[in-house]
């Protein structure tokens, strides 16, 4: 009774009716290694945009630590004691530093600690760059555009006594093109 109860729920739905064929159903809510997999990738890529603070903070930092931040605290409420930032940080720099602790539950009565919300109380917009990129950069020259069709030929050009010719720069073309044919 139960099945042909099944199969008319399910063919209702337009879904396979044989039971080896019923559909799998996904729980409704992620499962700890979810979380902690969200908890990691979060974690990384802030202790990777942390690594490189001494050039400033990025665009998109605070985004970053937000959902760091909310992964951490998810991870925490599900019982689990959480990673420190420099555990982050090392485990972004180097590719086989593995994240001790992962997964490891907490102690009975023991408090959740977050780090990502003492980041932003202590840390967040108070780290000075030690490196001013912006002054790196307008220190260099202006880049020189690449030669377009209305630029001169690059026989012209390589003598310096442009021709005046709008043709492309394609050197297996004749340099009939040019005026000063004769003299190049």
Known sequence: ??????ALVFGWFGWPTCSDELPLLEPAWPSNTDIADDYVR???????????????????FEALLSAWEA???????RGFRTLRL?????????DNCPLVGLLEPRAE????????????????GKIQPSVDLRKIFRSLPAPTAAP???DPCLT????KRPCGSTRSLDTRAPRAHCRRVMEH
């Open 109 to 124: 009565g023991e408090d959740s600690v977050l780090h990502a919300k003492a980041y932003r109380l202590t840390s967040l």
């Open 71 to 77: 992964a951490e605290e998810t991870y925490a409420n």
């Open 42 to 60: 979060t974690g990384l890529e802030f202790g990777e945009a942390v690594s490189f603070l001494h050039f400033g903070e990025p665009d998109g």
């Open 86 to 94: 420099e555990e982050f940080v090392a485990s972004a720099r180097e």
């Open 156 to 159: 012209c050009r390589a003598d």
């Open 148 to 150: 377009s069709r209305g």
């Open 1 to 6: 009774m139960l099945r042909r109860l099944l």
